[in-house]
């Protein structure tokens, strides 16, 4: 190993502890080791949210009765969005489409052992991705299609709460 491998080797080891100092050690786990990453090819619910700070965040279902099979999610965000889209979707698999509505920006910053303020918001789009994927089959369903989806550019859009932080 020469020394600019060491130098780069031993840098990527100081900003991770640090990250783990910052953000907690269950966050930086999830966001090095994403869970239930990237795209389904056919979901029965899909939604797309761009919050406030200019993260998009997707979310796609699959849904077998009224239970969450399983759920994907991609986002272009920060380590903290990796981590609570990683959280969500691991929260929602074998839920039935009410428990999952129950995933609030709460429940996914108390399984991650919180996030510093200025990062919540990451919990809160997550939480809203997968509220907004759920709604949307559910109204498609309602009309008689198999599946739903529902996007939206960005957090005017979303729930009152995000409406809040983007300053609506």
Request: hydrophobic content about 35%.
């Amino acid at each position: 190993m020469d020394d600019f491998d060491r130098f780069a080797r031993d840098l990527q080891e100081t900003i991770i502890k640090q990250a783990r100092e910052y953000y907690g050690e269950r966050v930086v786990e999830f966001w090095l080791n994403p869970r239930n990453m990237g795209s389904l090819d056919h979901p029965q619910a899909y939604a797309r949210i761009t919050g406030p700070c200019g993260d998009t965040m997707e979310i796609f279902l699959e849904i077998k009765g009224d239970r969450i099979t399983k759920a994907t999610f991609t986002t272009d965000g920060c380590g903290p969005s990796l981590a609570c889209g990683s959280m969500v979707t691991q929260l929602a698999v074998g839920k039935t489409l009410e428990e999952a509505q129950a995933i609030t920006q709460d429940v996914i910053l108390e399984e991650l052992g919180g996030l510093p303020d200025e990062s919540k918001h990451c919990a809160l789009l997550a939480s809203d991705t997968l509220a907004s994927a759920i709604t949307g089959f559910l109204s498609a369903k309602s009309q008689g299609k198999s599946t739903g989806h529902a996007l939206e550019d960005d957090a005017s859009e979303a729930t009152p709460a995000l409406e809040k932080l983007n300053g609506s």
